[in-house]
């Protein structure tokens, strides 16, 4: 299937926050909504790739824990029941929509190794011209790095990981759906008057002393991550822009090109 003309690759990382309630249970219409655009946009002839965070949390939940787990085996047993609950609602909605959807577990080392990442660029290359829509996840089940940050060198978190999934697949464009609207020129949750910057062009050392800590208790990400992802993005020649997941919508404008959230444009390739 090739794609049209003026159609995107285009990479989607989606948060926990946007993906589960304040009680860690699923947040089944923000699933069904993303489902429904990125189908849509599939149908418009754009390419879609989505890295989905989650799995923890809604592993904790179904488990009855009460709270994220601390100790790094039950991080993992928790990963490993909410991914496999995550991909059942996902298979579900999408296929309400009449599109297929495979999952894709990473780790640091499938990333670093030549070999490795020449068969995922491979096997996502196949599933994209079949027109499916991978969904990709940190494998936390085998891999310590995002649950564990900072003992990999390579991943460590998805906004990280969605920013390697862009270069692997060599993406137009790469959007991170979280719980705020982009990067303002201060933390707008303790300063009212906060502007947004709808465009960045350079990852400088002030606007990395914008950027605060992480977010909810639910995710592990927060604006330098996002940072970092941008910046591997820009590099690589990727359009990143920084959205709100509450809005999905706004997808729509993004691909086209309009101002919604924080775009970090891309570097000119030789």
């Known amino acids: 299937m090739n794609r049209p003309e003026n159609c995107l690759r285009l990479v989607v990382k989606v948060g926990t926050s946007t993906l589960t309630q304040e009680t860690g249970s699923l947040n089944l219409r923000s699933m069904d909504h993303l489902a429904r655009v990125l189908s849509d946009l599939r149908g418009m002839g ?3 790739v989505l890295v989905s965070s989650g799995a923890i949390a809604i592993g904790a939940r179904k488990l ?4 994220r787990p601390s100790l790094l085996p039950m991080k993992q047993a928790a990963a490993a029941v909410g ?7 996902y298979d579900k909605f999408f296929s309400e ?6 999952q894709i577990l990473l780790t640091g080392e499938d990333v670093e190794s030549p070999l490795r990442s020449e068969h995922l660029r491979n096997t996502f290359a196949a599933l994209l011209e079949l027109g499916v829509i991978p969904v990709v996840n940190e494998n936390d089940s085998v891999s310590s790095a995002e649950i564990e940050t900072g003992h990999c060198k390579v991943l460590g978190d998805n906004d990280t990981l969605s920013a390697m999934v862009a270069r692997l697949c060599a993406a137009d464009l790469l959007v991170l759906l979280s719980d705020i609207d982009g990067l303002y020129d201060a933390d707008p949750r303790t300063h009212p008057e906060a502007r947004l910057i709808h465009r960045v062009e350079a990852i400088t050392p002030e606007l990395r002393a914008m950027a ?5 208790w639910r995710g592990t990400g927060g604006m330098v991550t996002k940072l970092n992802a941008a910046e591997t993005a820009m590099d690589a020649g990727i359009d990143m822009v920084i959205a709100n997941g509450a809005r999905v919508d706004a997808l729509y404008d993004i691909v086209a090109g309009k101002d919604a959230g924080t775009r970090f444009v891309g ?3 030789p």
């Open 46 to 48: 754009h390419e879609v």
């Open 64 to 67: 009855r824990l009460g709270e």
């Open 83 to 89: 991914q496999c609950t995550m991909m059942h609602v």
């Open 97 to 102: 929509y009449n599109r297929t959807v495979a």
């Open 212 to 216: 605060g800590g992480t977010g909810t």
């Open 267 to 269: 570097r000119p390739q």
